[in-house]
């Protein structure tokens, strides 16, 4: 495929849109320490960020793209932002929200940019390509796998990337693009291959974890040559169930290297052993003796499962949700200390910020804020469906709308809004006032 750049000029921003495998600038910053390096902050996917966010009060600003935008937004060192859209463009942006820099590859971008230490993008295709850029947007490398890659890249300090595919398949490369080593995972019944659209985690000591949607285990990998160190066989979901629930989501590692997990058709939390893959607890995360949720509440929500990743908050605290309207915090010990029920729809997705207070974005269009006691703090209307937030910079929320609209009759346009507690329009006012931190 021969792409060639061109020179856009837009009111108030220069935007070169680039499509070559060439750089166009000498030299090339290095990265530094990404504030958020790919899906979930960092590759331990903890959620948790190291600035504090905003009381939500208005849309600071609102970035249009061609497509939706169905993974995490990931920031750059300077603050920069990068967006992988649909429409086939990597978008770069400032913290104003103009655009900086803007790669085209011509195919669908699926999976949450990751940021190398060096400051190179990896961002993941729907044709099975992984795109590499350096830190200025010139394309370094592919690599092609026999599948969509909807998850987010994990790269290590030395360089080495691990990608997962929906061919069922782990690559690890090198930082030049060189197959390292694969791992297979497991497919449904007689099927021969897997698929997988969970995002490889990096333990403390360099440990890849990773986990196949059809193939209810989680694997430990050495990093150096993909043997398993050890795997976790997931138990029944539910009493009397034969099989286990699927591995859609990230494992998320602790500080303390311990590993949770949530799963499809499945309604616990699991936290496992990194030293041997053992389930330490599982959690039953809509259990009717809690006293947390109405005798309702079991029974309208009894086939909720997990279809996002927990979070860490900065006390260890695990936020997660289910496909309900509650989102939940667990003490690392496995006992419930709370739900909160936020609208009426659920389908969350979380980040924590450095104070503890939880960020939630629903499918009902709401960016909801909730303190570390399960009180709401806040929250604004967005609109479409608003997922994966971020925390881009001291008081500054970035979410992306993930609602394809190229196919409908409406106003509506896909977006990254920047969420804020300063309105530069009182026109744009969240849903009443909020209290200060």
Not at 133 to 155: E, F, P
Not at 252 to 260: C, F, H, L, R
Request: glycine share 14%; aromatic share 10%.
């Amino acid at each position: 495929m021969e792409v060639k750049p061109s020179l856009v000029i837009v009111p108030g921003a220069l935007i070169l849109i680039l499509a070559t495998a060439g750089p166009l600038w000498a030299g090339e910053p290095g990265a530094g320490c990404a504030k958020w390096a790919s899906l979930g902050g960092d590759f331990r996917r903890s959620g948790l960020s190291e600035d504090a966010g905003p009381v939500p009060n208005c849309v600071k600003w609102t970035f249009e793209t061609g497509g939706s935008v169905v993974g995490s937004v990931t920031v750059g060192a300077e603050n920069q932002i990068h967006v992988a859209c649909e429409d086939g463009k990597l978008y770069t942006l400032d913290p104003e929200g103009a655009a900086l820099w803007i790669l085209e590859v011509n195919v669908p971008l699926v999976s949450a940019p990751s940021i190398g230490p060096d400051g190179g993008l990896y961002v993941g295709a729907a044709d099975g390509g992984l795109y590499v850029t350096d830190s200025q947007g010139a394309l370094r490398w592919t690599y092609n796998t026999g599948g969509a890659i909807h998850s987010s890249s994990a790269v290590a300090s030395s360089g080495d990337v691990y990608a997962a595919s929906t061919d069922g398949t782990l690559y690890a490369l090198d930082r030049d693009g060189a197959e390292l080593w694969q791992l297979a995972t497991d497919g449904p019944g007689v099927l021969p291959t897997g698929s997988i659209f969970a995002s490889p985690a990096i333990g403390v000591d360099g440990t890849v974890y990773i986990a196949g949607l059809y193939d209810p285990n989680l694997y430990a990998l050495d990093p150096v040559d993909g043997s398993v160190e050890w795997v976790c066989c997931f138990p029944p979901a539910q009493v009397g169930d034969e099989e286990a629930g699927w591995p859609f989501v990230s494992p998320v590692v602790a500080e303390d290297g311990t590993i949770y997990q949530t799963l499809l058709y499945d309604r616990h939390l699991y936290a496992i052993d990194s030293n041997d893959g053992a389930v330490l607890w599982r959690t039953d995360l809509l259990d009717p003796n809690s006293g947390l949720f109405d005798a309702n509440d079991a029974e309208q929500y009894a086939d909720a499962d997990g279809w996002s990743e927990p979070v860490l908050g900065p006390d260890g605290t695990i936020y997660v949700n289910l496909d309900d309207p509650f989102l939940r915090a667990v003490d690392p010990n496995g006992s419930l200390k709370w739900a909160t029920r936020l609208g009426e729809v659920g389908g969350f997705t979380l980040t924590v910020d450095r104070e503890g207070w939880v960020y939630a974005t629903g499918d009902d269009g709401h960016v909801y804020v909730v303190d570390s006691t399960g009180l709401e703090i806040g929250r604004i209307e967005t609109g479409g469906r608003p997922a994966f937030p971020v925390i881009a910079a001291e008081g500054l929320l970035i979410v992306a709308d993930s609602q394809d609209y190229s196919g409908f009759n409406t106003d509506a346009r896909n977006a990254v809004y920047a969420v804020s507690s300063e309105c530069p329009d009182a026109s744009e006012p969240g849903d009443g006032e909020s209290p200060p931190r």
